[in-house]
Each structure stands twice: as C-alpha cells, then as structure tokens.
C-alpha cells in the first residue's frame, strides 16, 4: 500500500472531489462521502457562474480564470486566464483588483 490510505471505498482519482492540493496531490475535501456534487454541476458561491475543474490549476470560471478581476476605474469585471495586468476594457495599468476566488457550492 502507498501512503493515500482513505479506506476501502475510495473512488480513482475524481475532480469532484480531489480539488484539494495537499504536498502536490489531490485530496478529498471533508465530508466528500456525505455529498457528491455531480460533476460540472458547480457554480461559484460568489457570483454563480458555472465552474470548470481543471486538475492543474483547480476550479476555474468560465473565462478560464480561477480569480475574477474588476476595474476600479471602469467597472469591467471577467476572469480572464492568464490574469491580466492591463485592463482589457480601458487599459489602466494600476487599477486592476481580484475581487474573488472560484468557490465550489452545488446550485
Ligand atoms: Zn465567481
Ligand atoms: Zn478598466
């Protein structure tokens, strides 16, 4: 046996539930055998955009990004990936701000 010991029922590896990174693997998160979400069935908890598992980088928005940005001084809002530095709307290079992370939560 390896050292991933979660006991007889543990599935193959799942983006439904190793999204987890622990020491550069994916672990469960708590509580995952009570309630399995189905899969590509996750919003984000914050603005409710369906999320996209990606096993490099985690949960992602629809753009790609796992953080959506806005504009302090335009107002545009999106979650590009790579992040950018440059406002794509109006092209500020100093008032780019995260506003949140993706945050799994079943619809
Ligand atoms: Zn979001
Ligand atoms: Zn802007």
Known sequence: MSGNNFGPQEPPQDPRIFNRKVNGAY??????????????GMVCHWCKQPLTFDPQRGWTHPEGGLYVMYCKACGWEGAPYPSPTTCPNCGDTHSLRD???ALPEKP
Do not use: Q
């Open 27 to 40: 672990r469960p998160l708590a509580g995952f055998f009570n309630a399995l979400p189905p899969i590509g």
């Open 99 to 101: 506003k949140h992370a």
